[in-house]
């Protein structure tokens, strides 16, 4: 019914930048919130940075300055502009979105993207 499509992760070397996309398609009906968030091995997956569907963003501690995320509601997309890559910032990231379906409007539910790695290495 609904599939969250992940692109742009890749080899950066450390300082360098990453643009992730994540493309939401299917029987949708509205986007609330949109996400991404990351898993590196060993650690717990953790939210990296979350946007409303009205713009409001807000982000883990330690990406704060260095990574931007946005939404284009019309194209049912989320970005997340990572700058200054740090040597702890490779994981595999997933892009989540709570959203609502066709047949069933008032009921939101959260869905995740396959990931898509991110390493950072000189």
């Known amino acids: 019914q609904v599939q969250l499509v992940e692109s742009g992760g890749g080899l950066v070397q450390p300082g360098g930048s990453l643009r992730l996309s994540c493309a939401a398609s299917?029987?949708?009906?509205?986007?609330?919130?949109m996400g991404w968030s990351r898993q590196a091995p060993g650690k717990q997956r953790e939210l990296v940075a979350a946007i409303t569907r009205g713009g409001s963003s807000n982000y883990v501690d330690s990406v704060k300055g260095r990574f931007t995320i946005s939404r284009d509601n019309a194209k049912n997309t989320v970005y997340l502009q990572m700058n200054s890559l740090k040597p702890e910032d490779p994981a595999v990231y997933y892009c989540n979105a709570r959203l609502s379906l066709v047949n069933t409007p008032l009921s939101p539910t959260d869905y995740w993207g396959q990931g898509t790695q991110v390493t950072v290495s000189s």
């Open positions: 299917g029987s949708i009906f509205t986007i609330y919130r």
